[in-house]
């Protein structure tokens, strides 16, 4: 009896607790089936953001939220807080399938950070500051960390240690649309991540049915879909043309938020920011215009105004350079006759620029700002600018190419120590001085071999401020009387000053008010 009874309480506890384990796995899996975010919680999405997730807790029914970072990019405060970031063109660590785990890996915290006034240089990692060597716990002013270019790099293999960014970055909840989690963004973050990896138009479409369109970069490509009535969603796809093993550029290159930023707005300033501020009006119709310089005139400007306000830019303190139309012919002698693009496809117009605005263009030229890519830009400041420019560029030209072709030649250990490959390096000479000859083009690989072969014309020690500000333009040029041809030796300031325009020459033109076809709040899919 006592054993039988055993045996029936034995196996009621078995039915029960098989009952029990079946009942719980149901359950289990239909609550994996209702949960919105099932396909959202996998490191296969998420990427190493699987470690930022929030517990369980064992109160409550539901699974949290998932979360991601909050990504934010402005004037003042740089992307996510850092004003001077890494890019690379491949992803540098794990990422997952969602777009912003991608861009996360394409853009880096440079250490050290660029904050104080003055730092410290101190890493296991080797320090290339502008293509130079530097040394441990040397002290560098706060304007020349904002040019270090610091990054991990095997030197034997060539290729990058993947970096431990952003882990400061704060978290917000993902919001499901349709069948994806998202991450809400505002669009003025959209616009300045696009002008950060040199973004530029593919096609913008828009109908009854919504707003469709694709951005190309540097980093990947874009893609914007508003279906009508819905919420606007973004989603981007990196590079699959290339890859770490056939990379032959350095995998990371510094880029500073708040001029992609200006150059975007077509706001010029001077290097310390403060002391000269100037705006560029837009590209006009067909017809005659004149330049004229106007004092704190910008917020009575129509254009890039309100995506400078947008950015966080104070539109209060920025002169302003009006184009108005001339109703009957100068008779100024003193007037500099430029040629430039209309808004009407294959047609030009004529912009007269006075002796004082000639004076104001010199001063802004000297003014652009140093780039290691080439620039999404205003193209109202590209027009004139070039044109103003060519003239003097036209001569000293080929005078640019040979310096930049013995720089490369002559100093080829200094390359494949700032990570370019030693079979690429054998090459860069020519490549420099042909893309310089060439007088423009659509490359920004062209625009880093150019660009990082000047900087070895550069030296280190001299004050940063000279790559921002040059004096070429409004005094060393006045000196140049005569077309300069075969091998002359320009000094770094020349080189410096027609190496920007290079790259003004090789950017390409954004339309800066694509903020009309955007909500304020996207969600990055």
Not at 85 to 93: C, D, E, F, P, T
Not at 106 to 127: I, Q
Not at 203 to 223: E, K, L
Request: aromatic residues 8%; glycine residues 8%; proline residues 6%.
């Amino acid at each position: 009896m006592d054993a039988a009874s055993t045996a029936a309480g034995w196996l009621s506890f078995v039915v029960t607790a098989v009952g029990l384990g079946s009942l719980i796995t149901q359950t289990n899996a239909i609550e994996e089936r209702l949960d919105p975010f099932h396909t959202s919680r996998s490191e296969e999405f998420l990427g190493n953001w699987i470690s930022r997730q929030p517990k369980r807790s064992w109160s409550k029914l539901t699974k949290p939220t998932p979360v991601g970072p909050v990504i934010s990019a402005r004037l003042g405060d740089g992307f996510c807080g850092s004003n001077t970031i890494g890019v690379s063109r491949l992803s540098i660590g794990k990422t997952g399938n969602a777009g912003w785990t991608a861009i996360l890996a394409l853009f880096h915290e440079l250490a050290p950070p660029p904050t104080p006034r003055l730092g410290r240089v101190s890493t296991a990692a080797t320090k290339l500051h502008l293509g130079k060597q530097v040394d441990e716990e040397q002290n560098v002013p706060s304007e020349k960390l904002d040019f270090d270019l610091a990054f991990n790099l095997d030197l034997e293999k060539g290729s990058p240690k993947p970096p431990k960014s952003w882990t400061h970055l704060p978290a917000q909840p993902l919001t499901r649309n349709e069948s994806s989690s998202c991450l809400v963004m505002s669009r003025a973050t959209l616009i300045a991540i696009l002008s950060l990896c040199n973004g530029r138009t593919m096609f913008r479409y828009n109908d009854a049915s919504g707003h469709r369109s694709a951005y190309g970069s540097y980093c990947g490509t874009w893609y914007i879909n508003w279906p009508l009535g819905q919420a606007a969603v973004v989603s981007f796809a990196p590079h699959d043309s290339h890859s770490v093993a056939t990379d032959v550029y350095p995998p990371i290159f510094p880029v500073r938020v708040d001029k992609c930023i200006q150059m975007l707005a077509g706001v010029m300033t001077s290097s310390d920011s403060d002391t000269f501020k100037c705006a560029f009006p837009g590209r006009k119709p067909p017809g005659t215009w004149i330049l004229q310089y106007q004092r704190k005139g910008f917020p009575g400007a129509h254009g890039s105004r309100h995506l400078y306000n947008m950015m966080g830019g104070k539109v209060f303190e920025v002169d302003f350079l009006l184009a108005r139309r001339c109703e009957t012919e100068s008779q100024d002698s003193e007037n500099l006759a430029l040629v430039l693009p209309s808004l009407e496809k294959n047609t030009t117009l004529s912009l007269l620029v006075p002796k004082v605005e000639q004076g104001i263009l010199e001063h802004c030229l000297d003014c652009l700002p140093w780039s290691w890519l080439s620039w999404s830009v205003h193209r109202g400041l590209r027009d004139i600018l070039v044109a103003f420019a060519k003239p003097t560029m036209n001569n000293l030209r080929s005078a640019l190419a040979s310096a930049l072709h013995s720089a490369a030649e002559e100093n080829k250990s200094r390359l494949q120590a700032k990570g370019w490959a030693p079979e690429f390096v054998d090459v860069m000479a020519d490549m420099a001085s042909s893309s310089v000859l060439a007088g423009g083009g659509n490359s920004g690989d062209i625009v880093r071999v150019v660009t990082d072969v000047a900087l070895l014309l550069w030296d280190a020690s001299n004050d940063p401020r000279g790559l921002d500000e040059t004096r070429f333009w409004r005094q060393e040029r006045h000196r140049q009387a005569e077309p300069v041809e075969g091998k002359v030796q320009l000094s770094t300031d020349t080189v410096i000053a027609l190496t920007k325009i290079f790259v003004l020459e090789w950017s390409v033109e954004f339309d800066y008010q694509m903020y009309h076809d955007l909500p304020p709040r996207i969600l990055f899919a």
